[in-house]
């Protein structure tokens, strides 16, 4: 009895031995290849996750190859956060891959404040144990502190600025950054301005100075620094004045926002402009580069606003403007004229429209053109007392008709303005564009640049020297 109890074990463990032979002979005994050797992220803040990154795992045997362990090396303490194959952990355990087949590894990361004014490098790796051999996927990001704007209207949390602000670090808005009523605030020259998305910089009631310089230009545009991001448009609203008191924008980039300079109404005590512009690139916003609505004052020099989703400039309800030596273009994948204007607003809602006046609709050495074959629409209702005052001078503009009217001079219509690439936002111009010298001299005797205007001047933004 004993020897045939002895003789089915035995019979059990070779059995069981066979099978587990035959299961270890299924499984390739290489090893792993990865897409990369290193994920890297680009620049990202503080406290803000950054776009999930990934790469692939590949078994290019034809055999099952099982990944004994995948762990994340800097544990609960790393600022990378995994994913593997829809499994979230530090560390996972018999992974296994199907012959030529292939898995996904998804990275995040998530900085710390580090109290730094330069830019830093955090490193960790993911390490993949099979058959006995270790391979390793570093990770790498680079991370900068940045002064933290936050505002949640619905929980009455504001965040209020005045002075000015300093430049040593970005400033990053979440929701809102206010500058509240009857108070200023004045942004430094070579400060950057980010802004997640849907935020706004709130300008009510208020002053705002942007002080930027040639080389040295105050910038907006989304806190995603990913290359991918870089040319997406409506990652944050825009700079909003309401009923503003005189502010000013000198050398600034604003870029890839919604609307990038919004202006409603005007503070009823002023007397001049709600806001002076000059030396600024305004481009790649989802809807209105420069949107003037009920009544706000705007003069601009000097400035190039393009590559918008609807028009560069748009004049509703009415409102003034003062536009010399600016590029007003349509370029990019607007269906729109590259200028809107209109002294009045039906709101199909409430069955009502708002007539309002335009005492000064000035355009002289500016360009308005563009991918269509019309870059001006005016659409005005003429009351007792509105105002219509136009006065367009010297000017490149685009357009199915040649208007009559009296307000147009010396206008250059149908030309092509000649520009080296306005796909890549160069409108640098040819020797032999109609732009060269059929401009008239005026105050301002620089161009965007910095270069000196000739006499007679270029028409636009650039001067060819």
């Not at 005994?29 to 990154?53: A, H, P, Q, R, W």
């Not at 209207?153 to 979440?174: A, S, T």
Request: hydrophobic share 35%.
């Amino acid at each position: 009895m004993i020897k045939i109890i002895y003789s089915i074990l035995l019979a059990i463990l070779v059995t069981g031995s066979m099978v587990s032979c035959k299961k270890n002979n299924l499984l390739s005994k290489k090893n792993l290849e990865f897409s990369v050797d290193t994920l890297v992220f680009d620049t990202i803040f503080t406290t803000i996750g950054s776009t999930t990154k990934s790469f692939k795992i590949y078994n290019k045997e034809s055999k099952t190859v099982q990944i004994d362990q995948i762990e994340l090396m800097g544990g609960q303490n790393s600022p990378f956060r995994m994913n593997v194959d829809g499994n979230k952990s530090t560390s996972l355990s018999d992974i296994r891959i199907e012959g030529k087949d292939s898995l996904f590894v998804f990275v995040e990361v998530t900085l710390d404040i580090n109290s730094q004014l330069l830019p830093m490098i955090v490193e960790d790796s993911i390490r993949f144990r099979t058959n006995g051999k270790d391979q390793y996927v570093k990770l790498a990001v680079w991370g900068q502190d940045m002064y933290f704007h936050y505002s949640n209207f619905q929980e009455e949390i504001f965040d209020l600025n005045e002075g000015i602000w300093p430049n040593d670090k970005p400033h990053v808005i979440y929701g809102a950054a206010i500058v509240d009523s009857a108070k200023s605030l004045t942004i430094q020259a070579g400060t950057k301005v980010y802004l997640h998305k849907n935020s706004v910089f709130f300008v009510y009631k208020s002053t705002l100075n942007i002080q930027g310089t040639l080389g040295n230009e105050v910038i907006f545009q989304g806190d995603r620094l990913e290359q991918d991001y870089q040319d997406v448009s409506g990652q944050y609203y825009g700079i909003y004045f309401q009923e503003a008191l005189p502010s000013t924008i000198d050398y600034a980039i604003i870029k890839n926002g919604t609307s990038g300079v919004h202006l409603f109404s005007d503070d009823p005590s002023n007397n001049g402009y709600t806001l002076t512009m000059t030396n600024t690139i305004i481009q790649n916003q989802a809807r209105y580069g420069v949107f003037i609505y009920s009544g706000a004052k705007v003069k601009a020099e000097n400035c190039i606003i393009s590559n918008n989703g609807t028009h560069a400039l748009l004049v509703l309800e009415g409102g003034d403007f003062n536009f010399n030596h600016c590029n007003l273009l349509g370029f990019g994948p607007s269906q729109n004229p590259a200028v809107g204007i209109s002294n009045y607003f039906t709101n199909y809602q409430t069955a009502t429209t708002n007539v309002g006046s335009i005492n000064e609709g000035t355009l002289h050495n500016c360009i308005l053109s563009g991918n269509l074959s019309t870059e001006l629409a005016i659409d005005t209702i003429q009351m007792s007392g509105i105002s219509l005052n136009f006065n367009f001078k010297n000017c490149l503009i685009k357009s199915e008709i040649e208007q009559s009217d009296t307000f147009y001079q010396s206008i250059f219509w149908n030309n092509n303005p000649l520009f080296e690439d306005p796909t890549l936002y160069n409108f640098s111009f040819f020797p032999s564009s109609i732009l060269n010298n059929n401009g008239f001299a005026t105050s301002v005797v620089t161009d965007i640049f910095g270069n000196p205007r000739n006499n007679p001047p270029d028409i636009g933004a650039i001067e060819l020297n």
